[in-house]
Nanobody, 122 residues
Framework: QVQLVESGGGLVQAGGSLRLSCAASGRTFSANSMGWFRQAPGKEREFVAVITWSGDSTDYADSVKGRFTISRDNAKNTVYLQMNSLKPEDTAVYYC???????????????WGQGTQVTVSS
């Protein structure tokens, strides 16, 4: 069993940066791929980024490539999402997820956090 708690969201102006954190509990954290998703009001949840259990492979949605960076620290049971050059369209609730790599990318991770709000003002 893995429990996930996101933090680091907030209000930022366009062009600014935020770093989200997802703290995990459970002894299997390091065995899971981890991903970030987001859901804007009135829209479906969408994939943002994923990182393998070892951290040696990552993938990103086209909309965030070059601006967002996912990383993890297995010693701290934490995955991060560094978000730079934020745009108003990045406004959403951001969720982290854990599970098998393919299931995480498909939005079907085994474990999910409750989300953290990111609001980017223009």
């Amino acid at each position: 069993q893995v429990q996930l708690v996101e933090s680091g969201g907030g209000l930022v102006q366009a062009g600014g940066s935020l770093r989200l954190s997802c703290a995990a509990s459970g002894r299997t954290f390091s065995a899971n791929s981890m991903g970030w998703f987001r859901q804007a009001p009135g829209k479906e949840r969408e994939f943002v980024a994923v990182i393998t259990w070892s951290g040696d492979s990552t993938d990103y949605a086209d909309s965030v490539k070059g601006r967002f960076t996912i990383s993890r620290d297995n010693a701290k049971n934490t995955v991060y999402l560094q978000m730079n050059s934020l745009k108003p369209e990045d406004t959403a609730v951001y969720y982290c997820a854990a599970g098998n790599y393919r299931t995480v990318v498909a939005g079907a991770g085994d474990y999910w956090g409750q989300g953290t709000q990111v609001t980017v003002s223009s």
